[in-house]
Nanobody, 115 residues
């Protein structure tokens, strides 16, 4: 059974940092990209960042220059979040974009940034 295991959320003060991680048990050959979405209360889910298997990255404009997405060779994706702002508060969801089958989603991890 495929699993996405997320970790790293929590409470941090404005200006602080957090690092999220998401481990995926899929084979690299089945993956096109991995990344993170977030959803704040009353808002739509939005893409935060993603990285393809060839290393191409995409970021939301709101996080460029503050967040860094990376992955290791075991299909774990990381999101280093620096200079956090209260508006970054949301549930962050890891996702895997597969080449053939539907995308996979993690259970979500709460990130709360206090002012």
């Amino acid at each position: 059974q495929v699993q996405l295991v997320e970790s790293g959320g929590g409470l941090v003060q404005s200006g602080g940092s957090l690092r999220l991680s998401c481990a995926c048990s899929l084979s690299t050959f089945t993956i096109r990209a991995m990344g993170w979405y977030r959803q704040a209360p009353g808002e739509e889910r939005e893409l935060v960042a993603k990285i393809t298997t060839t290393g191409t990255t995409t970021y939301a404009d709101s996080v460029k220059g503050r967040f860094i997405i990376s992955r290791d060779n075991r299909n774990t994706v990381f999101l280093q979040m620096n200079s956090l702002k209260p508006e970054d508060t949301a549930v962050y969801y890891c996702y895997v974009e597969r080449r053939v089958l539907p995308d996979l989603w993690g259970q979500g991890t709460q990130v709360t940034v206090s002012s």
